[in-house]
């Protein structure tokens, strides 16, 4: 792989998870919700999970998707339920006082398993593979899930960040509603594109 086309992977792989989506709407709810350093699990949950999925994807599951086409469609109706959901518990979180004491942000693992169900997910590592390692060798898949995790932090903590931003102003209870109910709005809607609901 040359330099050119390692840079121009690097920004493929920063532009890819720095944009909005799935992953990005729920940091940006979380952060909101609990504050930066709590989210932080969560945010290296998406690292691993989507490196690992680059990985993978690279390895074998891309020949998997490409032989049983049936497939692709048991992952849109699982994600696009698991999303439902999930908009669905954004949307009537309740504000920090009256949270019971169980609730918390996304651990490390349910934030890397999350990515198997995340549309988006799936299209950036299929994308990346197909551009960047149309051979599929072992070296050129460990350097596009090298660079998902190199720049994938950085990408991701802003939306995080942006959360704790606005934390401050939702601390009333009326805002923080709308807020989070607008997030599970954006999380809905951020699977038409991805999931190509208008072809």
Not at 71 to 96: C, D, E, Q, R
Not at 116 to 125: E, L, Q, S
């Amino acid at each position: 792989m040359t330099l050119a086309i390692l840079t121009a992977l690097l920004g493929f792989a920063f532009v890819a998870t720095v944009t909005p989506g799935p992953n990005n709407l729920m940091l940006m709810a979380s952060g909101a919700n609990f504050g930066f350093r709590r989210t932080l699990p969560h945010m290296l949950g998406i690292v691993g999970g989507v490196s690992i999925m680059a990985l993978l994807v690279g390895a074998g599951l891309m020949a998997l998707f490409d032989a049983v086409p049936a497939l692709n469609l048991v992952l849109k109706v699982v994600s696009v339920g698991y999303l439902l959901w999930l908009a669905f518990k954004i949307a009537t979180a309740a504000p920090v006082e009256e949270r019971d004491a169980n609730s918390r942000p996304m651990t490390f693992l349910q934030a890397a398993t999350f990515q198997w169900v995340n549309p988006k997910a799936w299209a950036m590592c299929l994308s990346a593979i197909t551009l960047y390692a149309p051979d599929r060798s072992l070296l050129s898949v460990v350097i596009v899930a090298g660079a998902f995790a190199l720049v994938c932090f950085p990408a991701i903590s802003v939306w995080a960040w942006l959360g704790t931003v606005v934390r401050q102003w939702l601390s009333n209870a009326t805002r923080l509603r709308v807020f989070n109910i607008t997030m599970a709005a954006l999380l809905v809607a951020s699977l038409y594109p991805v999931l190509g609901l208008g072809t």
